[in-house]
């Protein structure tokens, strides 16, 4: 089916993520490619409720494809979520004449834009930009793969003095709900232990092990600890430990928003370009309350609902694996 699509506005929501800006030139450029007119919603949800929009033009989104954040600023909308909020945001579209709408975000902002969808009947695409990776129907999300690298930066770093003062340092990670990014970057950092939501913190475990690595000589370590983890963040963690094994010198290290800023990495900026681009293309085909993802080397689109009921199991076989490779 090709829709009669004329006008799109293009948002940010939730949690900013590396890319994004590499995303809204993505969907912008390629909506005037074809014919259509673009606005750029500021603010997110909260934007659309206040009419805060302009029109993008090509020029408008050049130069941005390199820039961490997102050029549209983005919000968490409390209001977004009541009827009369929603109602607002669609007298604005209405007043405009906008059509369809992309959305860049996470889990809560297609939370928000299946309602929206429905209850307005507007076309509405999503593009999956966070760097928890919490969400099915894509293998990657845009800003996962900067953020990892940022992490791997800093806790490189952290290594450094760790090693040079004989001390154990329990480094938090970002991740409410899901341990990915604490997962895939304290592999890449070597860390000793890593902990995250999806599995539960054994700290006889992890105690057993520490002592083990100092009975073999180890004169520092790095704990990842993902902020969700159920039995608590680094501080709290560190507090558990300590109470019991007192060998090292232990620090704490909250990484903290520095893992969602920065310029993308090249993957990120691939990975955004390619699904703004075709979530434009999804709105001309008439697609509407879906998510744009990749997965393997394919565009797949998958409805809001599938995607944020994420199936939030981790890969097993990676925790096994740190422990082994940790010893
Ligand atoms: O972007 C996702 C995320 O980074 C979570 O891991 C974190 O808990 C949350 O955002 C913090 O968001 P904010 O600083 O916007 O409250």
Excluded: W
Excluded at 56 to 64: A, F, H, P, R, T
Excluded at 129 to 153: P, R
Excluded at 246 to 264: A, F, I, N, T, W
Excluded at 265 to 272: Q, T
């Amino acid at each position: 089916m090709n829709t009669n699509i004329k006008k799109i506005a293009v948002l940010t929501s939730g949690g900013d993520a590396p890319g994004m800006n590499a995303g809204i030139r993505a969907v912008v450029r390629t909506a005037i490619y074809e014919c259509m007119q673009v606005y750029g919603v500021y603010r997110g949800y909260q934007g659309l409720i206040e009419g805060d929009m302009v029109e993008l033009k090509s020029k408008s989104v050049g130069n941005i494809i390199q820039r961490g954040g997102t050029i549209l600023k983005s919000a968490r909308s409390e209001e977004f979520r009541t009827e009369e909020g929603r109602a607002k945001a669609h007298e604005h579209l209405k007043a405009k004449g906008i059509d369809a709408l992309v959305v860049l975000g996470g889990d809560g902002t297609f939370t928000g834009a299946e309602v929206f969808s429905k209850e307005y009947n507007i076309p509405v695409i999503g593009v999956p930009c966070t760097i928890d990776k919490d969400l099915s129907g894509t293998d990657h999300t845009i800003g996962y793969d900067t953020a990892m690298n940022t992490v791997i930066e800093a806790v490189d770093k952290i290594r450094d003095t760790a090693i040079s003062h004989n001390r154990l340092f329990f480094i938090e990670v970002m991740g409410r709900d899901a341990g990915y990014l604490a997962l895939r970057s304290g592999i890449g950092v070597g860390a000793e232990a890593i902990l995250i939501p999806e599995s539960p913190t054994y700290i006889d475990r992890l105690i057993e092990k520490l002592e083990k690595g100092r009975r073999s000589n180890k004169s520092s370590g790095i704990i990842i600890v993902a902020e969700g983890n159920e039995e608590g963040g680094a501080y709290k963690i560190s507090k558990l430990v300590k109470e019991r094994f007192d060998h090292y010198e232990m620090k704490v290290s909250v990484l903290g928003h520095m893992q969602r800023g920065g310029s993308p990495s090249a993957n990120d900026r691939l990975l955004a370009s390619q699904l703004g681009y075709n979530a434009v293309l999804g709105l001309k085909d008439g697609l509407s309350g879906v998510m744009v993802g990749k997965i393997h080397k394919d565009i797949k689109f998958s409805p809001f609902k599938e995607v944020i009921d994420h199936d939030a199991t981790i890969n097993e076989a990676f925790l096994k694996m740190v422990d082994v490779l940790s010893i």
